[in-house]
């Protein structure tokens, strides 16, 4: 009988103990373009350890926090750490500011 043994480093034990790690924040990006919202493809990730952080600018909460969810449906992260700013666009009144009700006194949505 034949036996032959081999040496192995550390790092060569540990890259075939475990597949190769999936690029989650490549996988949340490609989820955030897929999901039928143009505003989302403008929203980047970022993944620190298991730690994933959202960076962007939106036009609503609602999509602030639709893109959280996509973010959050990805496996592989622990903790979500949202920084998308939500911001109007330009030339929109925000929501709630109808200068036709008020005197242009008391507007508090001027420009």
Known sequence: ?????ATLTDREIAAKARPPAIAI?????????RSGY????????????????????L???YLKQVAQEVAASAAGARRLINF???????????V???????PPSASRCSD
């Open 1 to 5: 009988m034949n036996v032959l043994v």
């Open 25 to 33: 924040d490549r996988v949340v990006e490609d989820l955030l373009r």
């Open 38 to 57: 143009l505003a989302l493809r403008d929203v980047s990730c970022v993944a620190l350890g298991d730690v994933l952080y959202l960076r962007g600018r």
């Open 59 to 61: 036009p609503s909460y």
């Open 84 to 94: 998308i700013e939500v911001s109007a666009s330009a030339g929109r009144m925000p």
């Open 96 to 102: 709630g500011c109808d200068q036709a009700r008020r």
